[in-house]
């Protein structure tokens, strides 16, 4: 989450969206009273110093704010005036890469794990299968248009579509009229781009995903195998 007095602009952070690389990006034109979130710097070159400025400014702000906390912190005031802006992605693409990035570990062995449904001596799933973390690991990205919305209305300028990553954050760029570094690749190689994400799934997790985010695939338009 970035909040640039300096440029009037609020980048609302949704986990598994680029989030990282874009708060890399836009830190290279923040001034030092803008409020810029930490990132995890895997993916990133090993001399890269993140400007976190949130030990300075904390009261009950994190990176992955709602829209609606964000609102809370600036006042409505500074919320109306600025450019507030954020991603979508595909539910379904999203769900594989945060299953991809809490295994990364063990990336390489995860095809095979894709729909592991056999249990252990224990009874239990495999703890890398999908259907393990669908069911019961303990973080799953929160919606999109929950993490957006404002009393059920989306009060945000702009939406960068995942799958259009450089084209749209260039829009939001040219609106604001700044020239932020390259989007590095942050965070990225976990999941192989060889193999499309509805591989990964069967009849039964497709469903628990179209559940889950029923919400961004009513409103974004988003459909599987897309």
């Known amino acids: 989450m970035i909040i640039s007095h300096k440029h009037k602009f609020i980048f609302i952070h949704p986990p598994k969206c680029a989030g990282t690389s874009i708060e890399v990006s836009l830190a290279s034109v923040c001034a030092d009273d803008d409020i810029i979130g ?16 949130f030990e300075e400014t904390s009261g009950g702000i994190y990176n992955a704010m709602l829209a609606k906390e964000i609102k809370n912190y ?3 005031d500074c919320w109306n005036e600025y450019f507030k802006f954020s991603v979508m992605r595909n539910p379904w693409d999203r769900s594989i890469s945060a299953w991809h ?33 669908l069911n ?36 939001v760029c040219d609106i604001l009229n700044i020239k932020p570094i390259k989007l590095p690749n942050a965070k990225s190689g976990y999941k192989s781009k060889k193999v ?3 591989k990964f799934y069967n009849d039964e997790t497709k469903e628990i995903i179209n559940q889950r985010y029923k919400d961004d695939i009513d409103n974004f338009g988003y459909k599987f195998g897309e």
């Open 38 to 53: 930490p990132v995890t710097l895997e993916g990133l070159p090993d001399d890269y110093k993140h400007p976190n400025t």
């Open 74 to 76: 600036v006042g409505s």
């Open 101 to 133: 990035w809490h295994n990364r570990s063990t990336t390489d062995y995860l095809w095979k794990y894709a729909q592991d449904e056999s249990l252990n001596e224990w009874g239990v799933l495999n703890k890398a299968s999908f259907m393990y973390y």
């Open 136 to 171: 019961i690991k303990p973080f799953h990205p929160i919606s999109i248009s929950k993490q957006l919305q404002i009393g059920g209305t989306f009060d945000i300028d702009y939406l960068i579509r995942f799958e259009d990553l450089n084209d749209s954050y260039k829009k």
């Open 196 to 198: 499309h994400y509805s």
